[in-house]
């Protein structure tokens, strides 16, 4: 079953043009896509918030434990903070859809946003995660 859901894209900034158009989960709840530079692969879920990972880095993983490592997936909840979680397996090359640089996606609950820079997803209570190869930021 595919739902429908409003994404948005946003081209050349404030003052560029804005279009909307209703789009297909790749599965019954999920959106995957990736930052131009194939570095940042995430999942947007209608109602479960953004799951991202970080391919390539300059900071170290964090270390394993039972059978997953932390320190390159990340995930915005719609409400409350940004986290790390735990993983055993890869997002890297999970979807040939690209959120071209300075174009945003949303969800009723999340937005995310690429910017060369790298990609911010921000959630309904204004909590947020900023990802780059150079680091990262969760509030």
Do not use: Q
Request: net charge neutral; with cysteine; aromatic share 12%.
């Amino acid at each position: 079953m595919r739902i429908p859901f409003l994404r948005t894209f946003i081209f050349g900034g404030t003052s560029g043009l804005i279009l909307s158009s209703i789009c297909s989960f790749a599965s019954a709840d999920e959106l995957r896509f990736a930052t131009p530079s194939r570095n940042i692969y995430c999942s947007l879920y209608e109602r479960g918030g953004a799951l991202c990972e970080v391919v390539e880095h300059e900071w170290a993983n964090w270390g394993c434990v039972d059978a997953g490592c932390y320190g390159y997936r990340f995930r915005l909840p719609p409400r409350g903070s940004a986290s790390a979680v735990r993983s055993s397996d890869s997002m890297n090359g999970i979807t040939k859809n690209i959120l071209e640089y300075g174009s945003s996606i949303s969800t009723p609950e999340v937005t995310c946003k690429s910017e060369t820079e790298g990609l911010t997803c921000w959630n309904m209570d204004g909590m947020e995660m900023y990802l780059n190869r150079e680091f990262f930021r969760l509030k």
